[in-house]
């Protein structure tokens, strides 16, 4: 089955650029989505098919996807943005959703 | 506004069944693919499930095909996941969310609903 690989956590400065990494097997082929869930609360879509951003999600939060890599790229960021992160994408192989491991995010 | 609100949560016994239900508002429920996603208390998500919108094609993750039927009710507007012979597990927060295909994000989510299988 299709596996996805994301750092168990991410430090970022106030007001500096945090980058999470999606690692998977020629991910580039495929379209690749972000979460962002906080503590308590239901994730919430910030990026889907790779850099498309969804309405009322600031343009901070970008993405890109090359290779076997994809990554979420927030600029300026804010103490807001702590969270966990999670990548998705479609295996058509077996026809089922995956998600990886999770990104913690900490604003210091 | 979308609206998802799931219910049907609770403790069951290892071995039992439990019917989750997703009531949904705010927008053309039939013109959708939902999915169902869980989270283990402290884990990370897992796509369990989805259903096209006239229900004519479905996909399971592995750990749940035999056990789990996810199915809709377009007239009701209503997503529902029915858990049979239920294990520890899948104890988890069950989540329903709506898609533009399958393959497509998982654009607007409800609030879950709690799931735990113990004896």
């Known amino acids: 089955s299709y596996e996805l690989t994301q750092p168990l956590s991410v430090s970022v400065a106030l007001g500096q650029t945090a980058r999470i990494t999606c690692g998977g097997n020629n991910i580039g082929s495929k379209n690749v989505h972000w979460y962002q869930q906080k503590p308590g609360q239901a994730p919430v879509l910030v990026i889907y098919r790779d850099s498309n951003r969804p309405s009322g999600i600031p343009e901070r939060f970008s993405g890109s996807n090359s290779g076997n890599t994809a990554t979420l790229t927030i600029s300026r960021a804010q103490a807001g943005d702590e969270a966990d992160y999670y990548c998705?994408?479609?295996?058509?192989?077996?026809?089922?959703?995956?998600f990886g491991g999770g990104t913690k995010l900490t604003v210091l | 506004e979308v609206q998802l609100v799931e219910s049907g949560g609770g403790l069951v016994q290892p071995g039992g069944s439990l019917r989750l239900s997703c009531a949904a508002s705010?927008?053309?429920?039939?013109?959708?693919?939902m999915s169902w996603v869980r989270q283990a208390p402290g884990k990370g998500l897992e796509w369990v499930a989805n259903?096209?919108?006239?229900?004519?094609?479905?996909y399971y993750v592995d750990s749940v095909k035999g056990r789990f039927t996810i199915s809709r009710d377009n007239a009701k507007n209503s997503l529902y996941l029915q858990m049979n012979s239920l294990r520890a597990e899948d104890t988890a927060v069950y989540y329903c969310a709506t898609q533009y295909s399958s393959s497509s994000a998982a654009a607007s989510w409800g609030q879950g609903t709690l799931v735990t299988v113990s004896s």
């Open positions: 259903i096209k919108q006239d229900g004519s094609e479905k």
């Open positions: 998705q994408v479609w295996d058509s192989s077996t026809a089922s959703g995956v």
């Open positions: 705010g927008f053309t429920f039939s013109s959708y693919w």
